[in-house]
């Protein structure tokens, strides 16, 4: 089954520069518990989670991880942007798109820095 997109607006340009990265996170939509997913794609607004089964967009989540050299965690309200539904042609898979619309500056300024690390080609655990 081929994926059809529909065009709309030309994307904004980002704030935040974004990278390819896999980490474990958590997400939570109101009362229908927690799950667990894994980042395809990370930038300081936002990231993309991996899923077969992606919400749909508008939905609000919260969303919890950790990322590699710190000691705390990075707690995100964020809301689904867009959603990828099925593999498409290139071999990208499916999932959703979340931007992140309220986060506190000092997890935004940790999330690039790692972002920037990675970018650099640097380990990612070092902090």
Known sequence: MAVTYTKGPPPKKRNYPRAPISIRIQ?????KGIKDAFTAVMGGGGLFIDSVSPLPVGTAVNLEFGLPGQASSVQVDGEVVW????????GFSPGMGIQFKKIKDADREKVVQFVMRVLMGQSESNP
């Open 83 to 90: 959603v990828r539904p099925e593999f498409d042609p290139k």
């Open 27 to 31: 997400y939570r939509v109101s009362e």
